[in-house]
């Protein structure tokens, strides 16, 4: 119940193209989700993260689309840059409230290339 | 906003040494820090939660008595890989988590390489 299911594994699009990874929970106490993006050798970085009340996030190029009902999530990485070539991990949460913090639960997370 | 460090950010040692790694939140105050470890290719693993000036709260499977951490201040938590072994090589990566918030902010990483 506590895992975070994500795919493809892997994912190649070309220049320009649309990316979509997804996310599904089982956890229904979830109420925080993020997405990070990884380079090699370096930590995760926080892309951009949604919480249930709304469904859909929008950043720039990256947008949080989140289905509630289907306790599924993902980013859409619309027109794809060579520079977006890295690892990307969801993850979700029980928000902090005053419970302290709450641990991350991650997918498995997708290696995402970008071919020029 | 919301950097957190490392240090160092590699470190090579002899099997049978202890290794410190050291996590700071550089401008904000972090109750919480977390400690984790990456295998290549493969997702982040939590090996435990630190709250400052409390012991910290180790997963399932993760020897408390090889992996001492310290949160002494609400900027810094640190890890010892006591008697490393090569087994013990690994990214390690803390994060850290600012008082009433829900993201945590991920620090470069320590490549721990035992000889």
């Known amino acids: 119940q506590q895992q975070v299911k994500q795919s493809p594994q892997s994912l190649i699009v070309q220049k320009g193209g649309i990316s979509i990874i997804n996310c599904a929970y089982e956890?229904?106490?979830?109420?925080?989700f993020p997405w990070y993006q990884q380079f090699p050798g370096k930590g995760p970085a926080l892309l951009i993260a949604?919480?249930?009340?709304?469904s859909e996030k929008k950043e720039g190029r990256f947008t949080i689309s989140f289905n509630k009902s289907a306790k599924q999530f993902s980013l859409h990485i619309m027109d794809s840059q060579p520079g977006d070539s890295a690892t990307y991990f969801c993850?979700?949460?029980?928000?902090?409230?005053?419970?302290?913090?709450?641990?991350?639960?991650f997918g498995q997370g997708t290696r995402l290339t970008i071919n020029p | 906003g919301a950097v957190v460090s490392q240090h160092p950010s590699w470190v090579i040692c002899k099997s049978g040494t202890s290794v410190k790694i050291e996590c700071r939140s550089l401008?904000?105050?972090?109750?919480?820090m977390f400690w984790y470890r990456q295998f290549p290719k493969q997702s982040l693993m939590l090996m435990a939660t630190s709250n400052e000036g409390s012991k910290a709260t180790y997963e399932q499977g993760v020897e408390k008595d090889k992996f001492l951490i310290n949160h002494a201040s609400l900027t810094l938590s640190t890890l010892t890989v006591t008697s490393a072994h090569p087994e013990d090589s690994s990214f390690y990566i803390c994060?850290?988590?600012?008082?009433?918030?829900?993201?945590?902010?991920f620090g470069p990483g320590t490549r721990l390489t035992v000889l």
């Open positions: 949604i919480r249930p009340d709304v």
């Open positions: 993850a979700a949460s029980r928000g902090t409230g005053n419970q302290g913090a709450q641990k991350l639960v």
């Open positions: 956890n229904t106490a979830f109420d925080y």
């Open positions: 401008d904000f105050q972090a109750t919480t």
């Open positions: 994060s850290a988590e600012g008082v009433g918030a829900d993201t945590q902010y």
